[in-house]
């Protein structure tokens, strides 16, 4: 069994600072992962008091600077299969940048994420104010459902429960039974399209004393719908966190009835045995 982390930053993230592809690459390496994809950020748009509080303007990485150091590394580093990807950041008001932006490149895959919404960031704040839980977490489903059935042209659906992450509720986690008729159509639209769903592991820790958890009833549901592919992302912003309690959840989605993971090479899905 070759797992792959599906999601990874590295220098070229505005982010990034803590690691970079060779110290990732080979801390995959060392973790004994087949394979690992750098999905550095691309968001066109950020919101003003994110932009202010980081000054920048924008979160687009060098795509050309990005993929030859990659090249370099797989090199230097051959025990080890290093792909070219990219997170690309959903949001109404830049579809066409983000569209354009994606066929004038070439890459292995492609995670479609949403992070900014109603021009604010949930990490920043912001997002969460007179909203119920409810509100919060349904709007967000909705606007990932709004944006992937515009975009399309992505492989794997980035971390659907972000906005459960620093979230000031005590319901932490995105839970099927709460928002089964939205999810239904996320579900649905990835199975039947061929994208894969996105285990990112990165959610399933303490914050502040909240800690998100993996509803095995949603992986049933796409299951359920013809969902095939499910992607496993560390969703690493350093060396540290690479393939992260990937053994815990290949098991778990294994036990679910899952036979494979997935990553994409060219755009192509390739399913691994689990
Ligand atoms: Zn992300």
Not at 219 to 242: C, K, N, Q, V, Y
Request: one cysteine or more.
């Amino acid at each position: 069994m070759k797992l792959y982390d599906n999601h990874n930053h590295s220098q070229f993230s505005f982010d990034g600072h803590r690691t970079s592809v060779r110290r990732s690459a080979e801390a995959a390496l060392a973790a004994g992962l087949g394979g690992i994809c750098f999905t550095d950020h691309c968001d066109f748009h950020v919101p003003p008091m994110k932009a202010a509080y980081e000054n920048l303007v924008s979160e687009v990485f060098d795509v050309e600077a990005q993929q030859k150091e990659i090249n370099e590394v797989s090199h230097d580093i051959p025990g080890i299969r290093i792909l070219k990807g990219i997170e690309a950041g959903m949001y109404h008001g830049c579809r066409e940048q983000i569209r354009e932006h994606l066929s004038a490149h070439s890459f292995d895959q492609v995670i479609a994420s949403v992070h900014y919404i109603d021009d604010t960031d949930p990490f920043y704040g912001g997002y969460y104010e007179g909203k119920t839980w409810k509100e919060a977490y349904g709007h967000y489903l909705e606007t990932i459902y709004e944006e992937i059935t515009w975009l399309k042209d992505f492989d794997i659906l980035g971390h659907y429960d972000y906005v459960a992450r620093y979230a000031p509720y005590p319901q932490s986690s995105i839970m099927y039974a709460d928002f089964a008729d939205i999810l239904d159509e996320i579900l649905r639209f990835l199975a039947y399209e061929g994208k894969a769903l996105e285990i990112n592991t990165k959610t399933y820790q303490d914050y502040n004393g909240r800690t998100p958890v993996l509803d095995k009833n949603i992986l049933l549901r796409f299951r359920e719908l013809g969902g095939e592919g499910i992607s496993l992302g560390s969703d690493s912003h350093d060396p540290s966190r690479t393939g992260d309690k990937f053994c815990h959840y290949s098991e778990f989605i294994k036990s679910l009835g899952f036979r494979w993971t997935v990553h994409f090479e060219a755009r192509k899905a390739i399913f691994s045995g689990i």
